[in-house]
């Protein structure tokens, strides 16, 4: 089954307006993370923004900020006031509880591509 | 301060051949990690060093991967007999293994087998 899907394979957005990328994710773990990535036509993955299970806020970090939907399982990105720069493939990932000792691997959906028109 | 390191940048190699890939993780971080990144399957993760060790090697996909990773810094993957479906981005990342334990990545070694 898959843990991470991102629905939307590209998005549109005009420069200087707000866009959500959606992400929902399957587990049944208690103690989760979950992180976005942007990756640029470079081929760098940059980190952006995290969220843990157990937060009651949502996170934010600059212009990104993570729509945390527990109950629905949903952890959605938001980018307010698009830059050109933004252009990027965007990847939501996780990374379930482990036995201590264990592994923290991260589990990543497929990505999506934004592209900011000016 | 310097990210993630890795080399080559790009690698081009004949079926067949043996292959080595390294990263240079940031200064510090315990945690090394590798995944692979190609079209059909996406980013899928390899292999998980904590120190020296490896507690998870479950995404190795063969005998003929192996890594290693020495003096709790710089890590090896290698691919002995590579084959044509080899062809990947290879993506290394570290982190602290504290807390929230982000995972930052490397800009990635481009392998072509011909």
């Known amino acids: 089954a898959q843990k991470i899907t991102q629905t939307q394979p590209g998005m549109f957005v005009q420069e200087k307006e707000a866009v959500t990328l959606d992400c929902t994710y399957d587990?049944?773990?208690?103690?989760?993370?979950l992180f976005w990535y942007k990756q640029p036509s470079s081929g760098e993955m940059i980190f952006l923004i995290y969220?843990?299970?157990?937060?009651?806020q949502n996170a934010t970090e600059g212009r990104y900020s993570l729509n945390f939907q527990k109950a629905r399982k949903s952890a959605n990105l938001v980018i307010s006031a698009s830059q050109l720069g933004d252009s990027a493939m965007y990847f939501c990932?996780?990374?379930?509880?482990?036995?201590?000792?264990?592994?923290?691997?991260?589990?990543f959906g497929k990505g999506m591509k934004l592209t900011v028109n000016p | 301060g310097a990210g993630v390191s890795q080399s080559p940048s790009n690698k081009v190699t004949e079926k067949g051949k043996d292959v080595e890939l390294r990263c240079d993780p940031i200064?510090?971080?315990?945690?090394l990690y590798w995944y692979r990144q190609s079209l059909g399957q996406g980013l899928e993760f390899l292999i998980y060093?904590?120190?020296?060790?490896?507690?998870?090697k479950s995404g190795l996909p063969s005998d003929r991967f192996s890594a290693e990773r020495t003096g709790g810094s710089v890590s090896t993957l290698t691919i002995q007999r590579t084959q044509q479906e080899d062809s990947a981005v290879y993506l290394c990342?570290?982190?602290?293994?504290?807390?929230?334990?982000?995972?930052?990545f490397g800009a990635g070694t481009r392998l072509s087998v011909l």
């Open positions: 990342a570290s982190s602290t293994g504290r807390t929230k334990n982000i995972q930052y």
């Open positions: 969220q843990g299970s157990y937060d009651e």
């Open positions: 200064s510090g971080h315990t945690a």
């Open positions: 060093f904590q120190g020296n060790s490896a507690p998870d």
């Open positions: 587990t049944s773990d208690q103690s989760y993370g």
């Open positions: 990932a996780m990374r379930e509880a482990w036995a201590q000792g264990g592994s923290e691997k991260l589990v």
